[in-house]
Structure formats: structure tokens, C-alpha cells
């Protein structure tokens, strides 16, 4: 027997990057399955979480753990076919990590809005010590597990941003100790979590980071922002952050099973992927819609 193997799709995400690949903006060549946050079944083995970033295990990015850097990495959903499928196509079991009992409709978008921010948080802990400030740009499903992730493994304070009023009370109800619209009065802070990644949110970053501090920028909205002396503060950090290892992603397992992570989903039958990814385009989705075949 190879190393593939056939898994039954038990649920699959919908996120905005399956947008971006519908237009073609990111991901391979176009007709593709769509779906990277990725729950089944394997015979023999029981319900599984499928790590997305399907690397070669061999290179220097592999060696280092840093699989989703991997260069020859093949994610489903984007370099080949994904999850809104019955049947996933996988070319290792080393990429499926067992559920443990919990949800697979509930457990699929951990395979990226779960990790991403994790991996965020996880890098940004030496700047949050105690008595630090931590802001949270955009409080909608990624940056709802940010804000989780900064409470459960640091003892900064934990600050959201956004023009939503429903998603501030959100935040707030998920241990924010403050949060604010855009306009309002923010405080400086050592890290700056930003979820959106406008040419605005940027901005709103660069001038709220202490010197020293470090801006980790996670939304792809596009934005940019001038880099050089004078134009963010002295010695501070500006990074991406980027999906996330496979020890982010068991580590993401691990916190979910204990019960430590409060995340909203949307059953929907694959049937009506279609739906589902108009609902998201028009920005009518509470929580994660989770398609099952
Ligand atoms: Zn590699």
C-alpha cells in the first residue's frame, strides 16, 4: 500500500480565501474543488482533522517546522483539489491529526481560522508579558480566536478594535478586557494583532505600536503602509503571519478539546456550496458556514 489514502469528507469550511480563488486573485489554475479546513473519516483509523499544507516533510522550511513555508507544499482546495467533496484524496496520513471526540462540523475550521490566529498570538508572546497591552484589529471569526489565544496564553491586556457594535459585545463576552470602534481613543500597545490588513488597519497599527514592539498582520485586504526611520516607531517588528505549523495545528486541537475555545458555526449541505460562498461574498455569515456532504 502507498502512502495515499482516501478520506469520506465529513465537513468543510467556507472561507473568504475560497472567495479570492474564485476571482482568481490567489491559488492555482482555475476549475478547482475549493476547500482547505477539511474534517472525514478514514477507515480503520476514525474521525480526523486534515492538516491543509501538504509539504514534502524534507526541505529546510520542513526540518525547521515551519511546514506551511514549505515551497513544494500542495494545499488542498488551492494547488489541488479540496474539500467540498465526498471523498479527499490525501497523500500521507502524517497530515491527519484525530479528533478526539470533538465535532468534525465543528472541528473543520480549525484547519485555518483556528491555527492562523493561533500562530499569530503563539509568535507574538515574548512581547506580551505581564502588565502588556495587546490590540485586536478586526473582532469577526479570526480575530475572535485571537482574542481567545491572547487570553488563555498570555497576561496582556487584550484590546479589540471594530465598527461593529454586535462584534465588540462579542469580543468583550470572550474575555476583551476593552474594545473600541476605530475612531475611539486606543491605547499604545506592545503587539498589534491585525486581522483586516487594509491600507487603513495598517495605519491604525503602525501608530499604535510601541517602539520595540511588533505588528503581526494576518487579513489580506491588500493594504500597505510606508516602512523606513520616522515612518513606524524605532526598533519595531512588522510581520505576516501565516497559517500555521502542524504543531500550531495540534496545539489548536489540544485547546479546542479541553473545552477552553468558544467558536460559532453554520451547518449547510454541500449541495449548496454555491449559497454558501454568495452568503460570504455579501458579508451575511455569523459565524464559520460548515458544508456537509
Ligand atoms: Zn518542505
Known amino acids: 500500500m502507498g502512502t495515499e489514502r482516501v478520506v469520506r469528507v465529513l465537513a468543510a469550511g467556507v472561507c473568504h480565501s475560497d472567495l479570492h480563488m474564485i476571482d ?4 492555482g489554475p482555475l476549475p478547482r474543488v475549493l476547500g482547505h479546513e477539511i474534517a472525514g473519516h478514514l477507515e480503520g483509523v476514525g474521525d480526523v ?13 520542513c526540518q525547521r517546522g515551519l511546514e506551511q513555508l514549505c515551497p513544494a507544499a500542495a494545499e488542498p482546495g488551492w494547488a489541488v ?14 497530515f491527519l491529526l484525530p479528533l478526539g471526540g470533538l465535532d468534525p462540523v465543528r472541528a473543520a475550521p480549525l484547519a485555518d481560522a483556528g491555527v492562523t490566529p493561533y500562530r499569530a498570538v503563539r509568535r507574538a508572546l515574548p512581547w ?3 502588565g502588556a497591552t495587546a490590540l485586536v484589529i478586526g473582532a469577526g471569526g479570526l480575530g475572535q480566536f485571537a482574542i481567545q489565544y491572547l487570553r488563555l496564553l498570555s497576561a496582556a491586556t487584550v484590546v479589540a478594535v471594530d465598527p461593529s457594535e454586535p462584534k465588540r459585545r462579542r469580543a468583550l463576552s470572550l474575555g476583551a478586557h476593552d474594545a473600541a470602534a476605530p475612531g475611539d481613543d486606543l491605547p499604545a ?3 498589534v494583532f491585525d486581522l483586516v490588513g487594509s491600507d487603513a488597519t ?3 497599527a503602525v501608530e499604535h505600536v510601541r517602539p520595540a514592539g511588533v ?3 494576518v487579513g489580506e485586504a491588500g493594504g500597505r503602509i510606508p516602512f523606513g526611520f520616522r515612518l513606524v516607531p524605532y526598533e519595531v517588528h512588522l510581520t505576516s503571519s501565516v497559517w500555521g505549523s502542524y504543531q500550531d495545528l495540534q496545539a489548536v486541537l489540544g485547546i479546542a478539546q479541553r473545552g477552553d475555545l468558544a467558536w460559532d458555526v453554520e451547518p449547510m449541505p454541500l449541495a449548496r456550496a454555491n449559497e454558501a460562498l454568495s452568503r460570504l461574498r455579501a458579508g451575511d455569515v455569523a459565524g464559520r458556514i460548515v458544508l456537509t456532504p
Open 189 to 191: 500597545a506592545e503587539a
Open 49 to 61: 482533522l486534515v492538516y491543509p499544507c501538504w509539504s514534502d516533510g524534507t526541505c529546510d522550511y
Open 128 to 130: 506580551l508579558t505581564a
Open 202 to 204: 495598517l495605519r491604525q
Open 24 to 27: 482568481g486573485a490567489v491559488g
Open 81 to 94: 483539489d479540496g474539500g467540498f467533496a465526498e471523498q479527499l484524496l490525501i497523500p500521507h496520513p502524517r
Open 215 to 217: 505588528v503581526v498582520v
